[in-house]
């Protein structure tokens, strides 16, 4: 990996940079907006994830991302800057090296349009000209078909079942 990685990859619709103070609202609406769609998977979405909750999260990635354990980004719109989902490259307490695990979630109204395929496709493109990662993980719930086939969408290997 890059001592000093690259913070921002704009794609088509949507940049991938790290989640700043001001998208706080944003996050919230988001999460709260995409509440039954998310918590079948993600253990952190809150049905009343209100702005200050988005910001303590976001000081919470800020701090990560500092520290060099974890690099969550948010998925926006270029146009105006609202969330359109999230991403990262998390290590996932393995030391900072050589892979990182790819994480994402895409907001309810925006899931099912490519957006997620998109990300995915700009993330791996990312992870091995921007960052240097030399491996990455995508993991998912076996019963999440939509995760499993952006992975497969993307070339992604399955390589087992746990």
Same mark, same amino acid.
Request: proline share 4%; aromatic share 10%.
């Given at each position: 990996?890059?001592? +000093?990685?690259? +913070?921002?990859?704009?794609?088509?619709?949507?940049? @991938?940079?790290?989640?700043?103070?001001? !998208?706080?609202?944003?996050?919230? =609406?988001?999460?709260?907006?995409?509440?039954?769609?998310?918590?079948? %998977? @993600?253990?952190?979405?809150? *049905? !009343?994830?209100?702005?200050?909750?988005s910001?303590?999260? #976001?000081?919470?990635?800020?701090? =990560?991302?500092?520290?060099?354990?974890?690099?969550?980004?948010?998925?926006?719109?270029? !146009?105006?800057?609202?969330?359109?989902?999230? +991403?990262?490259?998390?290590?996932?307490?393995?030391?900072?090296?050589?892979?990182?695990? #790819?994480?994402?979630? #895409?907001?309810?109204?925006?899931?099912? +349009?490519? @957006?997620?395929?998109?990300?995915?496709?700009?993330?791996?493109?990312?992870?091995?000209?921007?960052?240097? %990662?030399? *491996?990455?993980?995508?993991?998912c !719930?076996?019963?999440?078909?939509?995760?499993?086939?952006?992975?497969?969408?993307?070339?992604?290997?399955?390589?087992g079942?746990?």
């Amino acid at each position: 990996m890059t001592a +000093t990685p690259q +913070t921002r990859f704009e794609a088509e619709g949507f940049v @991938l940079r790290p989640w700043e103070p001001r !998208d706080a609202a944003s996050m919230s =609406e988001a999460v709260v907006d995409s509440y039954e769609h998310l918590c079948p %998977w @993600l253990d952190w979405a809150s *049905r !009343d994830q209100d702005e200050a909750a988005s910001a303590a999260v #976001i000081d919470r990635f800020t701090a =990560e991302w500092r520290a060099q354990t974890d690099f969550v980004l948010g998925i926006v719109s270029p !146009d105006d800057g609202s969330a359109l989902g999230g +991403t990262g490259f998390h290590l996932r307490n393995m030391p900072l090296g050589d892979q990182a695990e #790819i994480g994402m979630w #895409i907001r309810a109204d925006r899931a099912g +349009t490519g @957006l997620g395929t998109a990300a995915l496709r700009a993330m791996l493109e990312w992870a091995f000209t921007g960052w240097g %990662w030399r *491996r990455i993980i995508w993991r998912c !719930d076996l019963h999440n078909n939509g995760s499993r086939r952006v992975a497969e969408k993307c070339g992604m290997r399955l390589e087992g079942q746990f």
